[in-house]
Nanobody
Framework: QGELVESGGGLVQTGASLRLSCAVS????????MGWFRQVLGEERQFIAA????????EYGASWKGRFTISGDNAKNTVYLQMNSLIPEDTAVYYC??????????????????WGQGTQVTVSS
């Protein structure tokens, strides 16, 4: 069974950058899409980005394209989310997730099979 463990969240000021990490185990990397979502208390999870491990495809939610970047390091079994120019509205719990790759990079949380526990990001004004 796949296991995903996020880290790197914390409290930062407006305008700061932060890089989240997701340590992945138990999954065959080439068979899975890795994604990042975020969730504000009382709201649904929002899709941020997803990519294939071989790097040939990546998709971003419109609100974060150009400001957030998803990447991965196969040797370290780790997926990253680089977040730049953070604003208070970015405050949320950020989740790493995975779904089996069958030609589509899904932006719906219901399509993902494995989830991490989440890491809190708080951006102060």
């Amino acid at each position: 069974q796949g296991e995903l463990v996020e880290s790197g969240g914390g409290l930062v000021q407006t305008g700061a950058s932060l890089r989240l990490s997701c340590a992945v185990s138990g999954l065959s990397f080439n068979a899975y899409v890795m994604g990042w979502f975020r969730q504000v208390l009382g709201e649904e999870r929002q899709f941020i980005a997803a990519f294939t491990w071989r790097g040939e495809r990546a998709e971003y939610g419109a609100s974060w394209k150009g400001r957030f970047t998803i990447s991965g390091d196969n040797a370290k079994n780790t997926v990253y989310l680089q977040m730049n120019s953070l604003i208070p509205e970015d405050t949320a719990v950020y989740y790493c997730a995975a779904h089996r790759y069958r030609g589509t990079l899904w932006d719906r949380a219901s399509r993902y099979d494995f989830w991490g526990q989440g890491t809190q990001v708080t951006v102060s004004s």
